[in-house]
């Protein structure tokens, strides 16, 4: 079984920066792709941020050049460093991750979800 502990949210000014993190811990295999996800109110999903295993990384349009996701295979954690936040960034996000049981059956697994307020 595969558990994701997210961490680093809360209320930030605009123009701040905040840092989530999460860590996935159980017993697999390997974790291929990480990836952050945001749901704002009323709004679908949307992806964010996502690195491979092998470094590959893309970003929505909106946060490129403010965004900036890593990943410390040592740990399992992926984490977003998140600057020059706007007002609408506010949002729940969801990391999300996708590897390989010991059993090497494919996983993916979600985040509880951590809330990223910006006041404007």
């Known amino acids: 079984q595969v558990q994701l502990a997210e961490s680093g949210g809360g209320l930030v000014q605009a123009g701040g920066s905040l840092t989530l993190s999460c860590a996935a811990s159980?017993?697999?295999?390997?974790?291929?792709?990480m990836g952050w996800f945001r749901q704002a109110p009323g709004k679908q999903r949307e992806l964010v941020a996502h690195?491979?295993?092998?470094?590959?990384?893309s970003y929505t349009d909106s946060v490129k050049g403010r965004f900036t996701i890593s990943r410390d295979n040592a740990k399992n954690t992926v984490y977003l460093q998140m600057n020059v936040l706007k007002f609408e960034d506010t949002a729940v996000y969801y990391c999300?991750?996708?590897?390989?049981?010991?059993?090497?059956?494919?996983?993916?697994?979600w985040g509880q979800g951590t809330l990223v307020t910006v006041s404007s």
């Open positions: 690195i491979t295993s092998g470094g590959r990384i």
């Open positions: 159980g017993s697999f295999f390997s974790i291929n792709a």
């Open positions: 999300n991750m996708v590897g390989l049981m010991v059993s090497y059956r494919v996983f993916e697994i």
